[in-house]
């Protein structure tokens, strides 16, 4: 098992096939279907997002310029997703990295939030032991480094379920609606309660546990951050459905529309599990929770560029069965590609915007620009519904209405099906319904979890981008602008004089790239 902290790391994990490898027999408490999984890496439901993961070794593997970085904690090139930005540049090729990675999965491949906590603690741990002389960025230092070693996948587990949305942790009903410590020992921390709908934890090696909310000095027993192997004694994970998954128990390639990658969510439930002194990143520190939260949705929402590199494939795919209907030279036809080109590259423009306006922290870690990050994630809340309405609009309603795969290679049926859901003559039947079912399955089926339910709520709901949008849009100074030109007397107050100095730094001022810690 993972569960020994003071494991030694006696083989890094390299490529695809070591990862799954290293998901087997760690004997994880697993529902799904109210059926206890006896191996999840074989369970035809949960393989798919599993060879997402794996799809992350194979690209640092094939390409280490663009998923590989070298550490200053090993002095070795590791995984970029277990890499501490340490320069505008760093945080560019996580961008690139994650494009990349959607065009070749076309789904999640649940790494990016573990990516974000990383960059999250690094800055956030370094700033609270200068002020508060604690231990805890040399216990996240150590704990990076093994990781890096091992090359093991770190899943961040912000969200909890919340209860009732107008009380604080501390004031629900059932305390256990929020991750909390249930008790201290010498050893460690014990914790109770539940993350919800988890992006691939089950995929994961270890989980950081975070706060998911500002909290206040009443709610110290929820300010707990600490990371645990997934295989810890306590933890049951019940698995989500997604819409269409029992396809991908159904055998052949063609129904599921994406048969070898997918996505995965779970609820994470803690009962009592224990975490050591050494894995613990913050206890009872309620001042720090609302940063880490905001610092951590700085990251993440300006990583969902990801979603860019699926709607590269769902471009695609709804020119591809333009093709194949004979239509790819109608005028509206390109039109509508044009119009599915420009949404999805706005949504990576302002995402990699946002990297590359990105400034140092005390630690040496980069964050993004907020604005931009906040911008970036609000246009992917709506874009990718309409690059979706757009891809169903060419597709047409057959998408929807094929027979199953098991009708096609009926011995009778078959042949009805072949004749008649012909398109273009060159074109085989069987790739037609590959499309349709491919497009399928990112706009309603299994992967339009990812690309449009995940693309609304990942990383907060719409109003909350908003709230931080409300936050930096530096109204005062916009006024000035206006009221100058206009020939108005200039306005001297503090506030105008603080919006002018955030924007200054954020856009011009010139940084140099940081060394890190």
Sequence with gaps: MMGNVDEVITKTIRTGAEYIASLRGRKLKVYL?????????????????????????????RDPGLAAAVSPYTGAPVNRFLHI????????????????????????????????????????TFEMDAKEN???????????????????VIGGAMTDVKGDRSKAPSEQADPDLFVHVTRRTKEGVYIKGAKAHQTGCLNSH????????????????????????VDAEGITYIYGRQSCDT???DGGGIDAGNARFGGQEAMVVFDDVFIPWERVFMDGETEYAATMVERFTCYHRRSYVCKSGVGDVLIGAAATVADYNGVEKASHIRDKLVEMTHLNETIYGTGIAASHQGTPMASGAYLPDEMLANVCKHHVTKLPYEIGRLAQDLAGGLMVTLPSEKDFRHPELGPIIEKYLKGRPEIATEDRMRILRLIENMTLGRNAVGYLTESMHGAGSPQAQRVQIARAMQVEFKKQLAKTLAGISPDTSAEVGDD???????????VSPGKGT
Excluded at 90 to 101: I, P
Excluded at 138 to 150: P, W, Y
Excluded at 206 to 229: C, E, H, N, Q, S
Excluded at 500 to 510: I, T
């Design 33 to 61: 279907f109210g059926e206890l999984v006896a191996e999840p890496v074989d369970h035809p439901v949960i393989r798919p997002s599993i060879n997402a993961v794996a799809e992350t070794y194979d690209l640092a593997a």
């Design 85 to 124: 930005a340490q320069s505008r540049e760093d945080l560019v090729m996580q961008n690139k990295m994650q494009r990349r990675l959607g065009q070749l999965t076309g789904t999640c491949f649940q790494r990016c939030v573990g990516m974000d906590a990383l960059n999250m603690l690094h800055s956030v």
């Design 134 to 152: 604690t231990a805890y960025h040399r216990r996240f230092s150590d704990f990076l480094e093994m990781a890096q070693r091992a090359n093991y």
């Design 206 to 229: 270890w989980l950081i546990v975070m706060p998911t909310m500002r909290l206040g000095p009443a709610d110290k027993d929820y300010a707990i951050v600490g990371a645990l192997p």
């Design 247 to 249: 396809r991908s128990m």
């Design 500 to 510: 002018l100095s955030a924007y200054m730094a954020r856009v011009f001022e010139p």
